[in-house]
């Protein structure tokens, strides 16, 4: 299990990936965070606003989203990446399995 995050800074953009994602049953539980995205460049910072989607998946569904990603936003590519998931109550890993396409 991992935690999937994906950033933008186009809020609609963040929107219709969750909607597509949840679609192919490839994410469960997404959360968005709106934050501000600091960058500096030659001694210059930049903020801008930024979407951060985090929500949780198989690791065997990565690969799938990354494509995705890759398909449907070759001109503004967000951001993702995940991290392990640990622990998880069995509960929700039960779901978690339930609710994702099968692999």
């Known amino acids: 299990m991992i935690l999937l995050h ?9 929107n ?3 909607d597509f ?3 192919e049953k490839l994410i469960v539980d997404a959360l968005i965070i709106e934050t501000v995205r600091r960058t500096r460049k030659a001694g210059e ?3 801008s606003p930024y979407f951060l989607i985090l929500a949780k ?3 065997l569904l990565f690969n799938s989203v990354d494509q995705l990603m890759i398909d449907n936003y070759p ?6 990446y995940s991290t392990p998931i ?9 779901d978690l399995r339930e609710m994702t396409a099968k692999v």
């Not at 640990?86 to 039960?94: A, R, Y």
Request: net charge negative; with cysteine.
């Open 21 to 23: 994602l949840e679609d």
């Open 16 to 18: 219709e990936i969750i």
């Open 57 to 59: 998946t198989k690791a």
């Open 6 to 14: 994906i950033g933008t800074h186009d809020e609609n953009q963040c």
């Open 75 to 80: 001109d503004n590519l967000p951001s993702i």
């Open 86 to 94: 640990v622990n998880m109550d069995w509960d929700q890993t039960k």
């Open 45 to 47: 910072t930049k903020k």
